[in-house]
């Protein structure tokens, strides 16, 4: 064990690649040694300066350096997890894997353009009875930064991945983005779960498309994935925040728990009469408080009051009653 590397498993280790400005304050990006020249990562960080040197020395502590790395195996296309895989496929020639549904939003991501974005997004706060003060500084809530890396491989559920000398099963689990991905070590049992599943915190579920038109169900998939990771014979999880810890059916049970209890809140706002998503957001119990959070934050609180709506229209216990705004009811 050294401060720049973490050996958390036979050949696994996990190295804190900062992540500037947020109060996370790193993502773990984990290390697999493989029979190869080079190892495999699981996930890059964020791209900047900073985060590269922190994975290099990380790297260097093992015997191996960035120039080395074999693959890069993202679990989703957050630019925490996604952002630094281009640098180092610059630096290395690896490849990127990454799931195919994710690719699809890198794509777009890869496309957008500010104008646009931003005008798209100022209709649909309108539409949610966000405030003209809202609706104004809308362009603050587009991630700024580099634009992302094109995978070279598109992950397949339940695919063995290419890591030379191990046995990596790619698991799918929707949710947290449309293409999230896990990496259970079948060798040794060791379960790399991104974000899907997180000590003391629980990952950000948005919608994945349209507020009005979209037919998605991302908290039902996101509950869904919750069961199937529960279900894998694991020994410890490895995720990408916080630290390793034991018990993914535990925690997973906790996670799906508290977002009955936002279904359930969410409920007992609309048993007073129709509200808009934008007022059933800003009554939801956020960590900082609805008044405390930044355009960025509150952008994505949006989207998962979005999620919890859809989930609870979808399985029939609320109903949008009006697109222009965005209203919902209870049945």
């Given at each position: 064990m050294t401060d720049a590397a973490v050996a958390e498993a036979p050949g696994v280790w996990s190295i804190r690649v900062p992540f500037p400005d947020n109060p996370l304050g790193y993502t773990l990006v984990y290390a697999l040694e493989t029979t190869a020249e080079g190892p495999v990562l699981i996930d890059a960080g964020?791209?900047?300066p900073v985060s590269l040197a922190a994975l290099e020395r990380g790297l260097e502590a093992i015997g191996t350096s960035v120039s080395a790395v074999h693959a890069?195996?993202?679990?989703?296309?957050?630019?925490?997890?996604?952002?630094?895989?281009?640098?180092?496929?610059?630096?290395?020639?690896?490849?990127?894997?990454?799931?195919?549904?994710?690719?699809?939003?890198?794509e777009l991501v890869r496309t957008a353009e500010r104008g646009p974005w931003t005008k798209r997004y100022q209709t649909l706060l309108e539409l949610c009875g966000a405030p003209a003060e809202a609706v104004a500084s809308a362009?603050?809530?587009?991630?700024?930064?580099?634009?992302?890396?094109?995978?070279?491989?598109?992950?397949?559920?339940?695919?063995?991945?290419?890591?030379p000398g191990r046995a990596v099963r790619a698991i799918w689990t929707p949710g947290h983005s449309p293409g999230h991905t896990c990496f259970h070590l079948e060798d040794t049992g060791e379960l790399l779960t991104g974000d899907h599943v997180l000590?003391?915190?629980?990952?950000?579920?948005?919608?994945?498309?349209?507020h009005v038109a979209g037919t998605?169900?991302?908290?039902?998939?996101?509950?869904?994935?919750?069961?199937?990771?529960?279900?894998?014979?694991?020994?410890?999880?490895?995720?990408?925040?916080?630290?390793?810890?034991?018990?993914?059916?535990?925690?997973?049970a906790e996670i799906a728990a508290h977002h009955d209890r936002r279904l359930a809140q969410i409920e007992e706002q609309l048993a007073g009469g129709p509200k808009t998503l934008?007022?059933?957001?800003?009554?939801?119990?956020?960590?900082?408080?609805w008044e405390r959070l930044d355009t960025f934050a509150r952008h994505l609180?949006?989207?998962?009051?979005?999620?919890?709506?859809?989930?609870l229209a979808i399985t029939g216990?609320?109903?949008?009653s009006s697109t222009e705004p965005i209203e919902f009811s209870v049945m």
């Open positions: 964020w791209d900047d890069v195996l993202v679990t989703h296309h957050h630019p925490d997890h996604h952002g630094l895989a281009g640098r180092i496929r610059e630096l290395s020639g690896c490849r990127i894997a990454l799931h195919a549904a994710d690719a699809k939003v890198v362009g603050a809530a587009m991630p700024q930064g580099a634009k992302p890396a094109e995978p070279d491989l598109l992950i397949e559920d339940g695919a063995l991945m290419d890591v000590p003391g915190i629980t990952p950000v579920v948005t919608v994945y498309d349209d998605s169900d991302p908290l039902g998939d996101f509950l869904a994935s919750l069961r199937k990771v529960s279900a894998l014979p694991t020994t410890r999880a490895l995720p990408a925040h916080r630290a390793p810890f034991d018990d993914v059916a535990g925690r997973a934008w007022s059933i957001a800003e009554h939801m119990e956020w960590n900082k408080g609180a949006l989207g998962e009051a979005g999620s919890h709506l859809r989930h216990r609320v109903r949008l």
